[in-house]
């Protein structure tokens, strides 16, 4: 049996986790609005053609924020086509991906939705085929109470509240030749400062995410990052990056030895921000958005909307091997908490999403519905510094790669242990909570199958689900657990009775 040692110490920590971090994303692309979180006509659908039964998955996983309304629909979005009454608002040519947009649901709409689900909305302004004053007046109009020309048009349209949006996206990965309305690094940054500046005269308070690369591999990478901030650092907050994996060389070792690059990449604009940082002798430090992250590659990501309203693409159906994929994406986006304050898994709804639906008929949960909700509900108050040794592992494209994968938070004195077996073999995992004085388990989740490419449909919605069989336990000051191959594993640990630890 492989082994594997974690350490933790409580006074030692890497961070607050910022509830953000389980951020999420909806792009009005597919049918991930209309279809899925609305549909009036649908047999749950509530007095505002929202799902309801989409409603309470969304709220099973907790999703504290999310991104809205793009992508790289938002680089040629009017916002003004989504406000007002409804019968009135034009259908519009959807250009990124190739589709029509009805604008039935808009900005109001969105925000509804959102307070439902109890997740603050992050706003993304189009930085492509608009400018300035399109996202200063969007500020206004959202945020600002009353007695000015686009706040009055908001209760004109019957919100009284202003939204109060505190997270703004200055546009979406301008990097990319792909975006409308694609900028140079200096056209961007130039933009962005000014975007900026303008937004927060209207509304001070907000904070502001400026585009980083759109991927690490991207020929830009680095010099797009030092030349944005070098226009643009003091004006935001954060940097963004983004990043999906693929396996379709159905090789299960490599792929989930891809995080290693995410960890390398987040390290790698850590650097790049800190290296504008001290070109400017700033005092300030940029944290990062990582407000597109999944697997994505089931789908032929090719295929556009055909000039349809609500087509389904990007309609990727995950399976267990994702599930790990997305588990380690977490687990790495948690060990870096001190700067990760923002991360959305892109995306929620049927386009590469955790949750899937049929128009018109039922909604489910993908396999990696599972890593996130378990995150998102246990990983809640700090990281600790935790000194993990593995044995390891060489691959295709990597080596040395440790078959665990972990990391440990603690909240209110009780501690989660997130860890991924990376390996084909059983893990006998030994972790050290000395400090922890008489900590037992409370539970063990873990989500494995004997087919890694098992999945979850309409049809067998409940096929890949997580199981609480893990055989985890304390004993003398060290948690011992059997980690299954190819595993995810939640181990909760908290003051309270003991149990043995039992190693079949
Ligand atoms: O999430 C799907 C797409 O991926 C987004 O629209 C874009 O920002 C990225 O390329």
Same mark, same amino acid.
């Given at each position: 049996?492989k082994?594997?040692?974690?350490?933790?110490?409580?006074?030692?920590?890497?961070?607050?986790?910022?509830?953000?971090?389980?951020?999420?994303?909806?792009?009005?692309?597919?049918?991930?609005?209309?279809?899925?979180?609305?549909?009036?006509?649908?047999?749950?659908?509530?007095?505002?053609?929202?799902?309801?039964?989409?409603?309470?998955?969304?709220?099973?996983?907790?999703?504290?924020?999310?991104?809205?309304?793009?992508?790289?629909?938002?680089?040629?979005?009017?916002?003004?086509?989504?406000?007002?009454?409804?019968?009135?608002?034009?259908?519009?040519?959807?250009?990124?991906?190739?589709?029509?947009?009805?604008?039935?649901?808009?900005?109001?709409?969105?925000?509804?939705?959102?307070?439902?689900?109890?997740?603050?909305?992050?706003?993304?302004?189009?930085?492509?085929?608009?400018?300035?004053?399109?996202?200063?007046?969007?500020?206004?109009?959202?945020?600002?109470?009353?007695?000015?020309?686009?706040?009055?048009?908001?209760?004109?349209?019957?919100?009284?509240?202003?939204?109060?949006?505190?997270?703004?996206?200055?546009?979406?990965?301008?990097?990319?030749?792909?975006?409308?309305?694609?900028?140079?690094?200096?056209?961007?940054?130039?933009?962005?400062?000014?975007?900026?500046?303008?937004?927060?005269?209207?509304?001070?308070?907000?904070?502001?995410?400026?585009?980083?690369?759109?991927?690490?591999?991207?020929?830009?990478?680095?010099?797009?990052?030092?030349?944005?901030?070098?226009?643009?650092?003091?004006?935001?907050?954060?940097?963004?990056?983004?990043?999906?994996?693929?396996?379709?060389?159905?090789?299960?070792?490599?792929?989930?030895?891809?995080?290693? *690059?995410?960890?390398?990449?987040? /390290?790698?604009? #850590?650097? %790049?921000?800190?290296? &504008?940082?001290? @070109? =400017?002798?700033?005092?300030?430090?940029?944290?990062?958005?990582?407000?597109?992250?999944?697997?994505?590659?089931?789908?032929?990501?090719?295929?556009?909307?055909?000039?349809?309203?609500?087509?389904?693409?990007?309609?990727?159906?995950?399976?267990?091997? *994702?599930?790990?994929?997305?588990? /380690?994406?977490? #687990?790495? %986006?948690?060990?870096? &908490?001190?700067? @990760? =304050?923002?991360?959305?898994?892109?995306?929620?709804?049927?386009?590469?999403?955790?949750?899937?639906?049929?128009?018109?008929?039922?909604?489910?949960?993908?396999?990696?519905?599972?890593?996130?909700?378990?995150?998102?509900?246990?990983?809640?108050?700090?990281?600790?510094?935790?000194?993990?040794?593995?044995?390891?592992?060489?691959?295709?494209?990597?080596?040395? @790669?440790?078959y665990?994968?972990?990391?440990?938070?603690?909240?209110?004195?009780?501690?989660?242990?997130?860890?991924?077996n990376r390996g084909e073999e059983e893990l006998?995992?030994?972790?050290?909570?000395?400090?922890?004085?008489?900590?037992?388990?409370?539970?063990?989740?873990?989500?494995y199958?004997t087919?890694r490419?098992?999945?979850?449909?309409?049809?067998?919605?409940?096929?890949?689900?997580?199981?609480?069989?893990?055989?985890?336990?304390?004993?003398?000051?060290?948690?011992?657990?059997?980690l299954k191959p190819l595993s995810?594993?939640?181990?909760?640990?908290?003051?309270?009775?003991?149990?043995?630890?039992?190693?079949?």
């Open positions: 049996m082994t594997a040692k974690i350490k933790v110490e409580r006074n030692f920590q890497i961070g607050r986790i910022d509830r953000r971090i389980y951020g999420s994303f909806i792009e009005h692309l597919g049918r991930a609005v209309y279809g899925g979180i609305y549909e009036p006509g649908h047999e749950t659908a509530d007095e505002d053609g929202f799902r309801r039964d989409v409603l309470e998955l969304v709220k099973e996983i907790g999703v504290p924020a999310v991104r809205y309304p793009g992508g790289n629909f938002v680089s040629a979005y009017n916002w003004e086509d989504g406000v007002g009454p409804a019968a009135e608002r034009p259908r519009r040519l959807e250009l990124a991906w190739q589709s029509v947009e009805p604008n039935e649901v808009g900005t109001n709409e969105f925000m509804k939705w959102a307070g439902k689900a109890g997740a603050e909305v992050i706003m993304a302004v189009n930085l492509g085929t608009r400018g300035v004053d399109a996202a200063r007046n969007l500020v206004e109009y959202c945020n600002h109470d009353s007695g000015s020309y686009y706040s009055d048009l908001r209760r004109s349209h019957g919100v009284k509240e202003p939204h109060r949006i505190r997270t703004w996206c200055l546009g979406n990965e301008m990097d990319g030749p792909w975006q409308m309305g694609h900028k140079t690094a200096e056209e961007y940054g130039r933009l962005a400062c000014e975007a900026a500046n303008a937004m927060r005269a209207v509304d001070p308070d907000i904070e502001l995410v400026a585009c980083g690369s759109s991927n690490h591999v991207i020929k830009t990478f680095g010099s797009w990052e030092l030349a944005v901030l070098e226009e643009c650092y003091d004006q935001v907050d954060y940097i963004s990056l983004h990043t999906y994996y693929k396996n379709r060389a159905k090789d299960t070792a490599n792929f989930l030895a891809k995080t290693l *690059d995410m960890d390398r990449q987040i /390290s790698d604009v #850590i650097a %790049l921000c800190d290296a &504008a940082g001290a @070109v =400017k002798r700033s005092k300030k430090k940029i944290n990062l958005s990582f407000d597109e992250w999944n697997v994505w590659y089931h789908s032929d990501s090719r295929k556009k909307g055909n000039w349809q309203a609500a087509p389904p693409i990007l309609e990727d159906i995950y399976n267990v091997e *994702d599930a790990l994929a997305v588990g /380690s994406m977490l #687990i790495t %986006l948690l060990r870096h &908490a001190d700067r @990760v =304050k923002i991360a959305c898994l892109a995306q929620l709804v049927n386009v590469i999403g955790a949750i899937m639906t049929e128009t018109g008929g039922s909604a489910w949960r993908q396999t990696i519905f599972y890593p996130y909700m378990h995150a998102s509900r246990y990983g809640r108050g700090r990281v600790l510094d935790a000194k993990i040794t593995s044995e390891k592992y060489d691959c295709r494209e990597y080596t040395d @790669v440790p665990l994968d972990a990391v440990v938070t603690e909240q209110e004195g009780e501690l989660t242990v997130f860890a991924l006998h995992l030994t972790c050290d909570i000395q400090g922890y004085g008489t900590y037992s388990v409370k539970e063990h989740i873990t989500l199958d087919d490419y098992a999945s979850n449909t309409a049809a067998c919605p409940n096929r890949v689900v997580p199981r609480r069989d893990g055989n985890a336990a304390v004993e003398d000051g060290c948690c011992h657990a059997v995810w594993n939640v181990i909760r640990i908290s003051a309270g009775t003991v149990k043995k630890y039992e190693t079949r």
